[in-house]
T-cell receptor
Framework: LAKTTQPISMDSYEGQEVNITCSHNNIATNDYITWYQQFPSQGPRFIIQGYKTKVKNEVASLFIPADRKSSTLSLPRVSLSDTAVYYCLVGPRGYNKLIFGAGTRLAVHP | DGGITQSPKYLFRKEGQNVTLSCEQNLNHDAMYWYRQDPGQGLRLIYYSQIVNDFQKGDIAEGYSVSREKKESFPLTVTSAQKNPTAFYLC??????????????????FGPGTRLTVL
């Protein structure tokens, strides 16, 4: 599986846009990029997934450049409730052994 | 409501005792997983099962055991052989992308977790 690298922590303020970049230099052709969010003392939950270009849903956007060696999770106008750990995962379809690294700890301040 | 339940939410154990954590899902998912999370760390895979009566070791299986006798249930036993069992334990389930209503590849659905403390 491709190794991922993301910042350990980030700080932001309410109303700002937050971009978290994940590096995955060894991504394989059939790998998907998936982001999960985890609140304290809860299980992670799926946020967004993409293969290439841009994906957008009601929660976030995911930008993937043409070489797919990185991806950026964009959270528009964050609020205090977006304070959480965000994990970037890379893996092929049907692969069960997802690798959750340490993630990025996002703190949103008033 | 479909989902995954874990019980108990908090569990205390004396050293040398075995303890079993419950995980039940009514999502009709084939695959189930157990993860361990230590403070400030990511999740580490303990065991996973892709089908009833079959399971595989994850990255940190030593000191743990599982069974998968029913599709809905995947209990985890933390044995006395696990030297440092105090942690947050998470159970998850998944179904292949495009099947069972999920169009997302590799999406796992997590339970609320059990926090185990060894006294």
């Amino acid at each position: 599986l491709a190794k991922t690298t993301q910042p350990i922590s980030m700080d932001s303020y309410e109303g700002q846009e937050v971009n978290i970049t994940c590096s995955h230099n060894n991504i394989a052709t059939n790998d998907y990029i998936t982001w999960y969010q985890q609140f304290p003392s809860q299980g992670p939950r799926f946020i967004i997934q993409g293969y290439k270009t841009k994906v957008k849903n009601e929660v976030a956007s995911l930008f993937i450049p043409a070489d797919r060696k990185s991806s950026t999770l964009s959270l528009p106008r964050v609020s205090l409730s977006d304070t959480a750990v965000y994990y970037c995962l890379v893996g092929p379809r049907g692969y069960n052994k997802l690798i959750f690294g340490a993630g990025t700890r996002l703190a949103v301040h008033p | 409501d479909g989902g995954i339940t874990q019980s108990p939410k908090y569990l205390f154990r004396k050293e040398g005792q075995n303890v079993t954590l419950s995980c039940e899902q009514n999502l009709n998912h084939d695959a189930m997983y157990w993860y361990r999370q230590d403070p400030g760390q990511g999740l580490r895979l303990i065991y996973y099962s892709q089908i009833v009566n079959d399971f595989q070791k994850g990255d940190i299986a030593e000191g743990y055991s599982v069974s998968r006798e029913k599709k809905e249930s995947f209990p985890l036993t933390v044995t006395s052989a696990q030297k440092n069992p105090t942690a947050f334990y998470l159970c998850a389930s998944s179904t292949p992308g495009g099947q069972g209503g999920s169009r997302r590849e590799n999406e796992q659905f997590f339970g609320p977790g059990t926090r185990l403390t060894v006294l």
